[in-house]
Nanobody
């Protein structure tokens, strides 16, 4: 089971980025997938989660209304569309397989069974 996040970069406040989580060695549509981020000196923060069916999506309050998680089963990826980016969104973003359902994941400290290398998102003017 391998996950690889990509799509990070430098963007101005108010800008957009789309992160992609590519799965290898397994079919991502059979797993719920979560995104979390970690900024320097800060704790891990769950950002978003999508259920196996894709019917359930959850977001941290800090990104609700700005970020959208979705599946692209044809490409075996899960994407995170990030709009209206703020300086405080700056962090390394990781995709992972949550150990809890999406409904519980944020309260469970965003724990995971597997994650890939992260991708750095920097929001700065």
């Amino acid at each position: 089971v391998q996950l690889q996040a990509s799509g990070g970069g430098l963007v101005q406040p108010g800008g957009s980025l789309t992160l992609s989580c590519a799965a290898s060695g397994f079919t991502s549509e059979h797993y719920r997938i979560g995104w979390f981020r970690q900024a320097p000196g800060k704790e891990r923060e769950g950002v978003s989660c999508i259920s196996v069916s894709g019917d359930t999506t959850k977001y941290a309050n800090s990104v609700k209304g700005r970020f959208t998680i979705s599946r692209d089963n044809a490409k075996n990826t899960v994407n995170l569309q990030m709009d209206g980016l703020k300086v405080e969104d700056t962090a390394v973003y990781y995709c992972a397989i949550p150990t809890y359902t999406c409904s519980l994941w944020f309260r469970a400290g965003s724990s995971y069974s597997s994650r890939g290398q992260g991708t750095l998102v920097t929001v700065s003017s």
